[in-house]
């Protein structure tokens, strides 16, 4: 694979995608919202205490919290359910884009001219995941930097000590890009089928399911994941993104894209 | 520089830009072309020429190597189209029906864009990418993002797309396809500056004015070549020249039937009040076809050698009888 080759690729994707005001403002909303809404979250809960049930139940799986007064106890869970929220950029973002560029292309039917070029089409593939794929990483790791910067900054070494333990970086670091791949997949099997970047989105958004899943189940407190539960999430979501690259780079060939693609 | 270009030297004939051998593509139980032999020299302009769905975009993308023959063998410049597709594509330049530009990237970029994918370096890029703007009348425009240039000039941004690396072969799918008169004009234009200048050019086609103007030869397709010759060759050929014969009234029966008995005859046909008679050589037969027509009692009026049209070419090779039943009651 020639690397001047997949950033000539990479670069015109990105060209095109800051032009794109709608893809943009899909884009950057989200993250500004989700880096401030946890921070007012934890402030408005403030030192309320937890139900003691649910305090019990949060201490046997978070034992590390138990020296946290009530109101940081309540504070910690709050923050705690939005450690997911930062999984959904490297979900939704490299959709978005992956969506607009690859149904873009068979709009305009702009793939056959590059086709035509003596470019492999996993180098094509692979300009085109990583043009989808970083822009979702940066947003979500930059926005959770900003974010613990404010939990510090805000509410003192608890939260913070909450937000940087080892849950929340295998979650950030390990879980997010195996879901920003998963998503990317989805992007390209999906929009080899359809002709519509919205209708491909809602179709390759199964893969923000299970991120969704995640939150419903840690809001109740029943299932906080640790950090060997995020390592083997990680694995295994990479291990389906893998399978899926398959699909996706069979679909990518040449003579799919300009005999079947329509 | 990364060059994607193999500078080994080609195995094929220096004379030949493009070369195949029982080329063709199956797609399921359908064939979509069969039985391809072609040989294309330097500086020649060929026109695949066939009604829409007979195997021309397809004969095109087996022979830029876009896509992998079923059976039979291509080459350009000696590279073949299955085992040096990298080769092949860096040695053709296409421009595909539709002409696929990235509408918010500017002209410039557009170019850019694939000079880069064609490993070009800075200089050679910024060197052609002038010189093919200045030619086709777009260097003003140079900054203005695609998606705001009309149709025609489109087409011309594609065909400076085609040629930005050089190419041995260059070829252009319905070039004029979707267009109006003005915008057909500017790319017949651009096309002929082209063949002025040298270039091997494969022009496919269902336009037989466009083939008949451009190409010192046509190729014939319909789910394969059925012939293909130079237009001249093929009026010749096929004994395709005509007496063009205007009388008084409307020809009758008996003087059609006078004028079949004429020596060198080969076909009659009455077409708006005008006498057409098929025949290999007309200014030989004209005296002899007048005396007929006057000994029959019919007035001549005027009479003249013609060259049969591209289009009754076209319909004597593929063997296609156009009906015109039923136009008339619907009219």
Known sequence: MRRAIVATILQREWYETVRNRLLMSTILLPPILLTVAPIILAGAVGERALPPELERQILSQKPEWASFTPGELAGAFAVQQFLVFFLLMPAYIPLSIATFSIIGEKQSRSLEPVL???????????????????????AGWATYAIFVLLASVVYGPALFGVVTDLSWLAGVFLLGPAVGLSSVVAGVIVSARV????????????????????????????????PLGYLLLSVGVLAISLVGLRVGVRLFDREAILTRWR | MTSTRSDRPPDGPPDLALEASGLGRRFGD???VRGVDLAVRRGEVLGLLGPNGAGKTTTVRLLTAL?????GTASIDGFDVRDEADDVRARVGILTETPGLYDKLPAIANLDFFGRLYGLDAAQRAERIERYLRLFGLWDRRDDVAGTFSKGMKQKLAIA???LHDPSVVFLDEPTAALDPEAAFIVREAIETLRRAGRTIVLATHNLDEADRLCDRIAFVRGGLVRVDSPAALRGVLGLRELMVRLSGVASEAQIEAVRTVDGVSATQVTDGVLRIGTDDPESIAPAVVRALVVSGADVVELRPERASLERIYFEVMGVTPSTDGIEDVV
């Open chain 2, 30 to 32: 359908r064939w979509a």
């Open chain 2, 67 to 71: 896509i992998e023959p079923s059976e």
């Open chain 2, 161 to 163: 797309r085609a040629l």
């Open chain 1, 116 to 138: 035509a070029a003596p470019i492999r089409t996993s180098e094509l593939l692979a300009g085109k995941a990583i043009a989808a794929l970083v822009p979702g990483l940066l």
């Open chain 1, 195 to 226: 002709n519509d970047p919205r209708v491909a989105q809602q179709v390759g958004g199964v893969v923000i399911v299970p991120v969704i899943a995640l939150v419903l189940v840690q809001a109740t407190g029943t299932l906080l994941v640790g």
